[in-house]
């Protein structure tokens, strides 16, 4: 039924469209088709029928609002926005006759005519009124993901996860579910489900369970986690192009807000495709902001709420967004309502009580941050610039994954931009700037993606300076590799569907590197890679339409922080009940037959011993030798190179904490088999003799047996810490090796921590 009202209304509003002109407020008809000018005033375009005036055409200017006229020739040139070409007189804007309007409007483009023709139909008959599509988004890091949905019943929710496409060995993850609002008499609940254990270079599927019944299942793909990229978007804004004025109507009136959400749906569709296929493997996607353009949506008007839910209908509308984590920004047109709240599960959600203060306990969504691979991503409101709740947020994600690469924010208003429209307001300058300035220098981040301006800037390296301005910046250029440059880049995005194109200052701003208006819908992809020991970031923007490089690359390289540790089999000291390390400098500061250890922060944020992961590059290879490829082989001879074994009557050279398994020095013998759990210890005794020719061996074996576990620590002993060498496990049961500092641990009974 409430399709139906809609379809109604879009009908009229079509029907209107029938005359040749716009001849609102003048009191003359228009002319026939054909009739030639004679007269042109700021009005309209004027001819003559039957010896009468009549209107060719109503001035486009007074289409957008009636206050614009047409310019005269005296006019002064003023700007090109979306609309067209305008220009200042009499104290007032005014629009040059001729203009072309340069936003997407799909109805001109004949190329898509057929697929564009298709989707009007699904659209107006099945699309724009689903409320209940999915959203993914990133988890707390890389290993989880995070569902979200509306539904039309309290049912439980669940995602099944697994590696069949049937589904046969998925497992159910179940989530919360919270009734939200009735919206034309049908209540929606929202539902949130996080799924966990997720590996890199995989191939899953899952299947969402909607209203008590699992659908159609997904295929979902995780990459190299040395090698991958995310796309990057400006304002999708989907609905702004209601009001827009078009040829394709004659210039007789603008969109209406259905009309607008169904071209920009199209768009947004399109700009999802070519994003994807030109990124081939995206692991990520990052909206800069206003993902819907209602900005009179309210619980207390269901039309403009109606409205902006079909919005979001469209931006979740692309099968794609179902197959990687898009994590979506508050601007502010999202800014009225809990919509963006109730569709997104955001990871690490943070809000203070003047937060929702501000939003009288109902606020659209939260400040949030996530760990994606080796990139630690912020994602802040700054709709309400409060320097605390940014301090606070940026303290908890660093806290918590101290040791990414990578450290980028993203958030809606362009602090370094230089749009004509918002990039100089005094909230921007006056508030957000200085705060997010000093804490984003403080805190070493590399890159800041903004919208809000619809317009592409690149800014300079830009830090904090105690000047008049509160900054100061180092040039940037193309093409240039940057190592460890001082400064943060900020790019603010371009609007991504195209219906709202904007202009830039002139002069150009100092901090200002580049800019442009393409009049075009683009996005960004963002490459990161990894290899000997070293990290690289590269950045380009591109066309939607044609996939021509818009702006880029902007390069950066730096040393690697971390060691990505993807899955349970890298990991050595998993089942031991550790986390491996993340930082790749992370000192040894314990060994024992397991391998070594080091200390870092937990995802709790608290100090914990973590195993130590060394370069499984084979050390040997220098020195003539292969490296041993039994994770059993036993360390039989230690020079100043490494750790030695024999394989194959040949020396082998031990790969430290992993690379070929481990340190044990458990083998298997002719006539014993031993292992850790058993009380009888075999020890290997190898002779090696060199010549300059070959190496021959000498292998005797001795067995002898040794009560277990001798040789771990005594109760309240040490057990770790720098320059500390002896073994890391207690001797007695009930106690375990516990870290109180760098410089020390000790063996303390489990009921003491």
Not at 56 to 83: G, H, M, P, R, T
Not at 202 to 207: A, D, H, L
Not at 514 to 536: A, E, L, P, R
Not at 575 to 604: F, H, I, M, Q, R
Request: hydrophobic content about 25%; glycine content about 6%.
């Amino acid at each position: 039924m409430k399709n139906s009202i809609f379809r109604f209304l879009l009908a009229i509003a079509i029907a209107k469209a029938e005359k040749t002109c716009n001849n609102d407020g003048l009191g003359y008809p228009c002319c026939e088709k054909g009739t030639k000018v004679t007269f042109e005033d700021a009005d309209a375009d004027w001819g003559v029928n039957n010896g009468d005036w009549c209107i060719v055409q109503k001035c486009w200017a007074s289409l957008i609002s009636s206050n614009y006229k047409c310019c005269s020739e005296n006019a002064l040139f003023y700007s090109i926005d979306q609309d067209g070409k305008w220009g200042y007189e009499n104290n007032e804007f005014c629009g040059y006759r001729g203009s072309i309007q340069r936003w997407n409007d799909r109805e001109l483009n004949d190329k898509t005519r057929k697929e564009w023709n298709s989707f009007k139909e699904k659209w107006d008959n099945d699309y724009s009124s689903n409320f209940e599509r999915l959203s993914v988004l990133p988890g707390e890091d890389e290993t989880m993901l995070n569902f979200g949905w509306y539904s039309t019943t309290k049912t439980t929710p669940y995602i099944c996860w697994g590696t069949k496409k049937d589904g046969s060995d998925c497992k159910e993850y179940k989530g919360s579910v919270t009734y939200y609002k009735d919206l034309y008499k049908t209540s929606y609940y929202s539902n949130k489900v996080t799924v966990t254990g997720v590996k890199r270079n995989s191939v899953y599927y899952y299947m969402r369970k909607l209203n008590g019944k699992y659908e159609k299942a997904i295929q979902f793909k995780t990459y190299d986690s040395d090698n991958f990229n995310f796309i990057f978007v400006g304002d999708p804004q989907i609905g702004g192009s209601h009001d827009r004025i078009t040829a394709s109507n004659n210039y007789t009136r603008v969109l209406s807000r259905e009309e607008g959400n169904r071209n920009d749906a199209f768009n947004w569709n399109r700009t999802i495709t070519s994003s994807f296929k030109f990124s081939r493997q995206p692991s990520l996607l990052l909206s800069a902001g206003d993902q819907a353009d209602e900005e009179s949506a309210s619980p207390q008007n269901a039309v403009y709420d109606y409205n902006e839910e079909s919005q979001y209908s469209a931006l979740l509308l692309p099968n794609l967004m179902q197959t990687i984590p898009m994590a979506p920004t508050i601007g502010n047109h999202d800014n009225h309502t809990e919509n963006f709240h109730y569709h997104f599960n955001t990871p690490n959600s943070y809000s203070s009580q003047t937060y929702l203060d501000f939003y009288q306990s109902k606020p659209p969504g939260y400040n949030y941050f996530f760990k994606y691979n080796n990139v630690l991503t912020v994602v802040l409101n700054t709709n309400v610039p409060t320097c605390t709740d940014f301090s606070k947020v940026i303290d908890n994600a660093i806290t918590k994954y101290p040791n990414t690469d990578w450290r980028i924010a993203m958030f809606h208003q362009d602090i370094y931009g230089d749009g004509v429209t918002h990039s100089q307001s005094d909230k921007i300058i006056k508030q957000v700037r200085p705060c997010l300035t000093q804490l984003l220098s403080d805190n070493k981040f590399d890159l800041v993606l903004n919208g809000h301006d619809h317009v592409y800037t690149v800014s300079k390296f830009i830090y904090y300076a105690s000047n008049k301005d509160g900054y100061d910046y180092d040039e940037v250029e193309t093409k240039k590799v940057y190592k460890n440059p001082k400064g943060t880049l900020f790019i603010t995005a371009n609007c991504s569907t195209g219906n709202k194109l904007y202009e830039y200052k002139m002069p150009k701003i100092k901090y200002v590197y580049n800019h442009n208006q393409t009049y075009t819908s683009t996005f960004g992809i963002m490459d990161f890679k990894k290899s000997n020991g070293k990290v690289t970031l590269t950045i380009n923007t591109y066309d939607v339409e044609t996939n021509d490089l818009i702006d880029g690359p902007y390069i950066f390289e730096k040393d690697s922080k971390t060691d990505n540790v993807d899955s349970d089999d890298k990991c050595w000291s998993l089942p031991l009940g550790y986390n491996c390390c993340v930082n790749k400098d992370t000192a040894v500061v314990s060994s024992d037959n397991d391998g070594d250890w080091g200390v870092e922060k937990n995802k709790d944020g608290i100090m914990d011993w973590c195993g130590i992961i060394h370069d499984t590059k084979c050390w040997a290879e220098e020195l003539g030798y292969k490296c041993c490829t039994n994770d059993s082989t036993e360390v039989a001879y230690t020079d100043e190179s490494g750790d030695w074994g024999v394989e194959n009557d040949d020396w082998c050279g031990i790969i430290k904490g992993g690379g070929n398994g481990n340190k044990s020095k458990t083998t298997t013998t002719t006539t014993t088999t031993t292992t850790t759990k058993k009380t009888t210890t075999t020890t290997t005794t190898t002779t090696k003799t060199t010549t300059t020719k070959k190496t021959t061996t000498t292998t005797t074996t001795t067995t002898t047996t040794t009560p277990i576990p001798s040789n771990c620590v005594a109760d309240l002993e040490q057990c770790g810490g720098v320059n500390y060498n002896g073994p890391s496990c207690c001797k007695s049961q009930g106690y375990k090796c516990h870290y109180y500092s760098d410089y020390y641990a000790q063996c303390i009974p489990e009921s003491w921590q």
